[in-house]
């Protein structure tokens, strides 16, 4: 094993299915001398329209998502085809590229399909390094019975990874929890493209002509959710902190993003008379930037969330953030009374009261902003490529020996 001709690092990037966040990173390894990228696609799951469960409708990205990086669509022989499934991804021909020796090490994201779990064994059988990348934390509760089942399997899995590639602190925490030593976990943040959005960003309208398209008072500091409408993101507790906050602190709201609790969110803000509350409904990649635009403060109040992109993507737009306890990113890019506040996941008094606070004084909201742009800019695609070398200098070089 060892470097190709033109000594890159030849590197396999095992992908679940094409996924909108993931592509620019791509595009960013692919694009560096060092490395000699190849990404594998398990299924063709979002190049094409698809039915988006959270979101209840038909998605189709409005993004180029295969241009600037090689990549490659593996038969599924899975009779349910679905990336988010254990037994929904099957591809054996995956197996076959390993142990041909043409890679150098191999990047698999997490171990919850069939697919994942075979390359492992396949490459740690044929001495080729993995690359573990995941987005598990050790912030939802567990039964007894399940953290011991985990304890079993993933200790020993871990035990023959060669690097893991930590999305953030949380992340880290986890595999330190299974035993993993420090000096094989690398900093390989999950991030957004900070160049886009912060591109975008600068080109928007002024705020107030994006609030008079929305027929937003101008006068008033908007409360942004952007995601779906759905149990888990917990939107009615932040309708009804939002209720108790504007008593005495007039503000809008505006939902981003569709999902089965949007009749209930509609009939409680009209039955309860809650003021300002706006609808936008589902939108595309490229719609995105003019709501992050109107916003004042973003608001992600998740049961569970293992990272939340969206805050990544807030913050580009220069916006202070509030989170629940239970989302992953905010160990990274929540700066309590810097950039934002977090706040214990279910707590409607305690949303109320961070959203009191940040709509109180637009010019502290202003500076947490301002803070937030600058922590967001350091957490990015080039950071990961960055961790990815590293990894592959700790983990390829030593077999060069």
């Known amino acids: 094993m060892g470097e190709s001709a033109t000594g890159r690092y030849r590197l396999l990037v095992l992908a679940s299915h094409v996924i909108q966040y993931q592509v620019p990173m791509f595009r960013i390894l692919a694009a560096d001398p060092r490395l000699d990228l190849t990404v594998l696609f398990c299924s063709d799951w979002g190049v094409t329209a698809y039915h988006d469960e959270g979101f209840g409708r038909e998605v189709r990205w409005d993004v180029?998502?295969?241009?600037?990086?090689?990549?490659?669509?593996?038969?599924?022989?899975?009779?349910?085809?679905?990336?988010?499934?254990?037994?929904?991804?099957?591809?054996?021909?995956?197996?076959?590229?390993?142990?041909?020796g043409e890679f150098d090490a191999v990047w698999v994201h997490g171990w919850a399909s069939v697919t994942n779990c075979m390359v492992m064994l396949t490459a740690f059988s044929a001495r080729v390094p993995v690359l573990l990348r995941g987005d598990t934390n050790l912030l939802p509760p567990l039964p007894r019975w399940k953290r011991w089942l985990k304890q079993v399997i993933l200790s020993h899995l871990f035990h023959y990874v060669s690097a893991f590639l930590a999305i953030g602190k949380n992340n880290a925490d986890f595999y330190r929890a299974y035993g993993v030593p420090a000096e094989r976990i690398l900093a390989v943040p999950l991030a957004v493209d900070n160049d886009f959005f912060a591109a975008t960003a600068r080109a928007l309208p002024p705020k107030n002509d994006l609030k008079r398209d929305l027929q937003i008072p101008q006068?008033?500091?908007?409360?942004?959710?952007?995601?779906?409408?759905?149990?888990?993101?917990?939107?009615?507790?932040?309708?009804?902190?939002?209720?108790?906050?504007?008593?005495?602190?007039?503000?809008?709201?505006?939902?981003?993003?569709?999902?089965?609790?949007?009749?209930?969110?509609?009939?409680?803000?009209?039955?309860?008379?809650?003021?300002?509350?706006?609808?936008?409904?589902?939108?595309?990649?490229?719609?995105?930037?003019?709501?992050?635009?109107?916003?004042?403060?973003?608001?992600?109040?998740?049961?569970?969330?293992?990272?939340?992109?969206?805050?990544?993507?807030?913050?580009?737009?220069?916006?202070?953030?509030?989170?629940?306890?239970?989302?992953?990113?905010?160990?990274?890019?929540?700066?309590?009374?810097?950039?934002?506040?977090?706040?214990?996941?279910?707590?409607?008094?305690?949303?109320?009261?961070?959203?009191?606070?940040?709509?109180?004084?637009?010019?502290?909201?202003?500076?947490m902003g301002e803070r937030s742009r600058a922590l967001i800019a350091d957490w990015g695609f080039r950071n990961d490529l960055e961790g990815v070398v590293a990894a592959l200098q700790q983990v390829v070089r030593p077999a060069l020996s």
Request: one cysteine or more; a positive charge.
């Open 64 to 100: 180029p998502l295969l241009d600037g990086f090689r990549s490659e669509f593996l038969p599924n022989w899975s009779p349910r085809p679905h990336p988010g499934r254990f037994w929904g991804l099957i591809n054996p021909a995956a197996l076959q590229r390993i142990r041909c």
């Open 219 to 367: 006068d008033l500091p908007v409360v942004l959710f952007c995601g779906k409408l759905t149990p888990v993101k917990r939107p009615m507790d932040l309708l009804r902190a939002f209720e108790k906050a504007v008593r005495t602190r007039p503000a809008a709201l505006l939902f981003v993003g569709d999902g089965v609790l949007r009749g209930d969110l509609e009939n409680y803000s009209a039955k309860h008379q809650v003021p300002n509350v706006c609808f936008a409904g589902f939108r595309n990649q490229t719609e995105l930037p003019r709501y992050f635009g109107v916003g004042d403060v973003l608001v992600l109040p998740s049961s569970t969330e293992p990272w939340g992109l969206v805050v990544n993507e807030a913050m580009n737009f220069g916006l202070p953030v509030i989170c629940s306890n239970q989302v992953g990113c905010a160990a990274d890019l929540v700066k309590p009374d810097e950039n934002g506040y977090v706040f214990p996941a279910g707590d409607i008094d305690a949303l109320a009261g961070s959203l009191a606070a940040m709509l109180t004084d637009k010019g502290r909201r202003s500076a």
